[in-house]
């Protein structure tokens, strides 16, 4: 239940982080073939259902639905795996703004300084975010393989055999417990 319940958060961290980074890439610093932009969203509906599920699994683990908490498990497993190639790329080839200074939404600024300094706020923001979303990934990515092998573990299994447990009294010698008594005697004894 802690794994998906951790699934459930790491997904509202992906769209508060995605928010903040789409607000970041807004008109004055955005690039149109920016493909990461969305990659937090996809990546958090996957992640919120695939917690629920586990979540309702681990209350309730009746064989459908362990199926499709498995079923989600993989894909958020498979999704973060392309995420991760998607966010890794985006921090590993740096994008710069330099002729953005240029355009009319920054004319009003005084010197070319003040606009290259803003640029740069903005692009060290969209990387430490990108860094960080890139680390929740990869916590969702284990997170996400290990239910799905939780959840393997269940429905791939034979034999759904019982545990018996067996208690056994140590009496005193001499002195026989009640409960190895015959039935009448148990009788006598209690009357």
Not at 58 to 74: C, E, F, Q, R, S
Not at 106 to 131: R, V
Request: glycine share 6%; hydrophobic share 45%; proline share 5%.
């Amino acid at each position: 239940m802690a794994l998906g319940i951790t699934q459930i958060l790491i997904g509202i961290l992906e769209i508060s982080f995605g928010l903040v980074l789409a607000i970041t890439e807004s008109p004055p610093t955005s690039n149109v073939q920016e493909g990461h932009i969305a990659t937090p969203y996809w990546l958090a509906i996957l992640y919120i259902i695939s917690g629920s599920l586990s979540v309702a699994a681990a209350k309730d683990p009746k064989v459908p639905l362990v199926k499709g908490m498995l079923a989600m498990n993989v894909v958020s497993s498979v999704a973060a795996g392309i995420a991760i190639v998607i966010l890794s790329i985006s921090i590993t080839h740096p994008r710069y703004y330099r002729y953005k200074c240029n355009s009319h939404y920054y004319s009003d600024m005084s010197t070319p300084d003040n606009c290259q300094g803003l640029i740069i706020i903005f692009y060290n923001l969209m990387h430490t975010i990108s860094a960080v979303l890139l680390t929740v990934t990869v916590l969702e990515f284990f997170i996400s393989i290990t239910t799905a092998a939780f959840g393997c573990a269940t429905m791939c299994r034979n034999v759904y055999s019982e545990t018996t447990v067996v208690i056994f009294q140590k009496t005193d010698e001499g002195l026989i417990p009640a409960s190895a008594l015959p039935r009448q005697i148990n009788k006598d004894v209690e009357a």
